[in-house]
């Protein structure tokens, strides 16, 4: 080495002793950031540019990683957000994403025929009777293999007519169950994994219960009124199949006991 690079070399590395004692930690990366560009790059000036220039070079890939990195993980976030925490009202059961397309599309939806009542007056599948609908277990029907072998409610499917003549599934095509009357909501999983709603009426005289929905469109505390969408038909819990178990207790005492839903139906 010739005697001005001798003299180069000890001036920096007076330089770098100053540095080191001024700043030890930023010292410490440069010299760092100096080997690995030039063991990989083999050029000293790439090196000391990328020294000189590190807190732009940071800036530039920092905003890289947000793009390639940030942008994905945020919408999957984001996506896992919009799972587990549909909007207020309705509670899945396995509708997903589904589920809370037909709960938007149902928002201000009121099946025809209803009236504010205190009282179950109506088919949870909708208009008068039987009509859109077909018992396919009956109340305390003989031959029930569950529950100490007592059906306490009515199983409900939809009739032809139902599938022919339901705004309500020309709409969404499902199968919409409406609450029966206006009272607050119980939104539950059973121990069996049933989706199920109650109404209790504001009197607390009447409870009407719906079983195995696939989804729910209401949650505990909420208010609903007859002819309001509650959830859709499903199979969840103990089913054979997808129906409505529907059940109407009546307060006695301190108790609520199971009534013959038909008397309501009919």
Known sequence: MSTKGKIRSF??????IQSLKENPLGTIIDIILTCIVGAFVGNPLAAHLVVRYKKQILFVLAGFLILIIGIPVLVFVSFFHYLSHPPQGITQGGGGLQGVALYESLQGYREEGFTDTQIPAKNPLGNTGLLFSVISFDYHQEGYAHFDGIHKGTDLVPSDF????????TKTNRIIIFATM??????YVDEYG???VEVTNTQGTIKTIFMHLDVSFVSTGQGTKAGEPIGVMGNTGISEGTHLHYEIRQLRGNQYVDVDPKTYLL
């Open 194 to 196: 049933s989706n199920t």
């Open 182 to 187: 206006n009272g607050t909501v119980k939104y």
């Open 162 to 169: 139902y599938y022919a003549q339901s705004k309500a599934f």
């Open 11 to 16: 001036i920096g590395g007076l330089d770098t």
